[in-house]
């Protein structure tokens, strides 16, 4: 009698134990909307802008790939028609490919005759344009890393004023649960706006470094073809 009034007393307590495990378990969503009104309303912001970064990091990624890939027999191809004179042979070739180190090489092509300084700054001003094109939008990427953890703090500051607002107004006996929203108001938005910024951090310099990348590339094909040029006939 004595084993099985203990073992119900485990399995009692094993339940207990199973409860309040169950009622101190938070769900991620069950956090973010625990901030009250202030708080949703800031996480709603930070998770636009978390979009707008994702977006913005995949859509350039993509085309700055696309503007790598450059055929290795690319250069090969336009010295020998350059040389033996076939300079529309070039212009074709170069309208094939449809990346920046060939509208930086037609653009070159098309300048054949004048003077060397003429060639290089067409080259240097088409390059430009090519940069430019490469680095669209991923200036947003680094506004939204800067902004997204002030957002963030926003909400800290507002969460501890809602907290300190309930102490002041409520003579000392303030209730728990206003005072848990303000608090949580205050840590999820710190929390959300701090992996935001992140986020948009990582994606903006993996980004840079890949536009320099590519204009590394147009920078030495510019060379090439400048020492091309150079050649004696």
Do not use: W
């Amino acid at each position: 009698m004595l084993y099985f009034i203990q073992q119900d007393a485990v399995t009692q307590a094993a339940q207990d134990a199973a409860e309040v495990s169950e009622e101190k378990t938070l769900s991620i969503f069950d956090l973010l909307l625990s901030g009250g009104i202030a708080g949703q309303i800031i996480i709603f912001v930070l998770f636009v802008l978390l979009f707008a970064a994702v977006y913005i990091y995949f859509e350039r990624l993509f085309a700055i790939k696309s503007a790598s890939r450059v055929d290795k027999n690319f250069m090969h191809q336009i010295k020998d028609s350059v040389l033996n004179g076939n300079i529309e042979s070039a212009k074709i070739r170069c309208a094939q490919s449809d990346n920046p180190v060939a509208r930086l090489t037609e653009k070159g092509i098309s300048r054949i005759g004048s003077p060397l300084e003429d060639i290089n700054t067409a080259i240097e001003n088409a390059g430009r344009l090519e940069v430019y094109k490469l680095e669209k939008n991923v200036s947003i990427l680094a506004t939204i890393a800067g902004a997204a953890p002030m957002i963030g703090f926003l909400g800290t500051v507002i969460g501890m004023v809602i907290a300190f607002h309930e102490l002041a107004t409520s003579s000392g006996q303030a209730q728990m649960g206003l005072l848990a929203e303000g608090i949580y108001t205050a840590m999820t938005t710190t929390v959300a706006g701090l992996i935001v910024g992140i986020i948009a951090y990582i994606g903006y310099n993996h980004l840079v470094v890949k536009t320099d990348k590519v204009v590394h590339q147009m920078e030495a094909t510019a060379v090439d073809f400048l020492d091309l040029l150079n050649e004696p006939a």
